[in-house]
């Protein structure tokens, strides 16, 4: 079965960090770009990053610039979302999607051009 499954939600305080992983079963991570979202209850969702298949990261949020970054794991077939110097506006659901449509039909619960989500995972920070 194709899925992305989330990991690594959870509670910290502002100021403290928190890595988010999303492993991909049923393809490899390695040949489709990523994105990662969140929404925060009773608002919108918001493009956090985006990372190609050739490992680059092509977009980052300015609310999360110098922050947030990407990394991958080919071995592990998993994504990361590594967060530092979280704030209380963080808090927000976290979904990673990966495989971006070729038809450009909109998906998933951001209704994002891509195949694939994961679950969500809830961050909370707290001050």
Same mark, same amino acid.
């Given at each position: 079965e194709v899925q992305l499954v989330e990991s690594g939600g959870g509670s910290?305080? =502002?100021?403290g960090s928190l890595t988010l992983s999303c492993t991909a079963f049923g393809f490899t991570i390695d040949d489709v770009d990523v994105g990662w979202y969140r929404q925060p209850s009773g608002n919108e969702c918001e493009l956090i990053s985006t990372f190609s298949n050739d490992g680059t990261t092509y977009y980052? =949020? +300015?609310s999360v610039q110098g922050r947030f970054t990407i +990394?991958?794991?080919s071995a592990k077939n998993t994504v990361f979302?590594?967060?530092t110097s979280l704030k209380r506006e963080d808090t927000a659901v976290y979904y990673c999607a990966a495989d971006i449509a070729e +038809?450009? =039909?909109r998906g998933g619960i951001c209704s994002a *051009?891509?195949?694939y989500w994961?679950?969500?995972a809830? *961050?909370?920070v707290s001050s």
């Open positions: 910290v305080q =502002a100021g980052t =949020a +300015s +990394s991958r794991d979302l590594h967060m +038809s450009g =039909a *051009v891509y195949n994961g679950q969500g809830q *961050v909370t």
